[in-house]
């Protein structure tokens, strides 16, 4: 099966934005009053973009589930 280039570039950026997200909660988190709310949104973006690159993963032959 063939790689193609828009693919690897996909699965590049969506690692980036659920790095991105990460760095967001991990700041949400840390302050003195953590927004709830944010931290929860930012949790449904990143099981989105999990899902997003499970999908763009299949597209080369790589098969993962995510954790419950």
Do not use: C, W
């Not at 700041?27 to 949104?41: G, T, Y």
């Not at 949790?43 to 032959?61: C, F, P, R, S, T």
């Amino acid at each position: 099966m063939e790689i193609t280039d828009s693919v690897q570039i996909e699965i590049l950026n969506t690692l980036q934005k659920i790095e991105r997200i990460n760095k967001a909660i991990a700041f949400h988190k840390a302050m003195d009053l953590p927004d709830a709310l944010a931290i929860e949104q930012y949790k449904q973006v990143k099981e989105q973009l999990a899902k997003q690159l499970i999908g763009l993963l299949e597209n080369i032959d790589v098969k993962l589930q995510m954790a419950a």
